[in-house]
């Protein structure tokens, strides 16, 4: 795969499950922001394309369908070291799911992470690293922090989508793997300055083929 196997062991510290609750933040009736562990197995799967609101894991869902949800972001993971940094500059407890994370890792730094890069969750479950998050209203309400889309922004620490290349089982504990790395050098701290604090970089994106399709037309016209 790629320019061969590179493997780096970490592990999930939790899978985190949405919990509706209602959004005053969006002219929307709910939001699933508010993610919680869950206890035993998770099933990950395909949840086709945005518009519907189903994601990647069982038993969650978005509802702001428009632009969340489908293959592209079936799955959203943050780092627990970076939850533990912004603790520390916040002053308050994070606990894992707070960032609305699907995914809580340790070990790994997913903001380096490749665009198109690949994981392996436990026995079965493969995801692929699609693009970064971008912070909207829904998120700065649900902190309760002001100011916080731009505070997010400029710490580059927005963690990755991701979507699901094989279906299966991920709960808290399992090892990750990287088992593939594309050959370009497109990370999600990288994409995610492009598209917020550095549009003269979005050319560079376009080697990153594992782009959701409707960024790249994005980047294409903006090029």
Known sequence: MGRGRTVVRVKLLSVNIGKPRPNPWKNLGATGIDKRPAEGPVAVREPGPKGTGAVGLAGDRVYDVKHHGGTDQAVYAYAREDLDIWEGELGRPLPNGSFGENLTTAGLDVNAALIGERWRIGPDVVLEVSCPRIPCGTFQGWLEEEGWIKRFTRAVRPGPYLRVIEPGDV????????????????????????????????????VADALPEEDLERIRRRA
């Open 171 to 206: 709960r808290a504990g399992d090892p990750v793997e990287i088992v593939h790395r594309p050959g370009h050098e497109v990370t999600v701290a990288f994409a995610f300055r492009a598209m917020t604090l550095e549009p003269e970089l979005l050319p560079r994106l376009l």
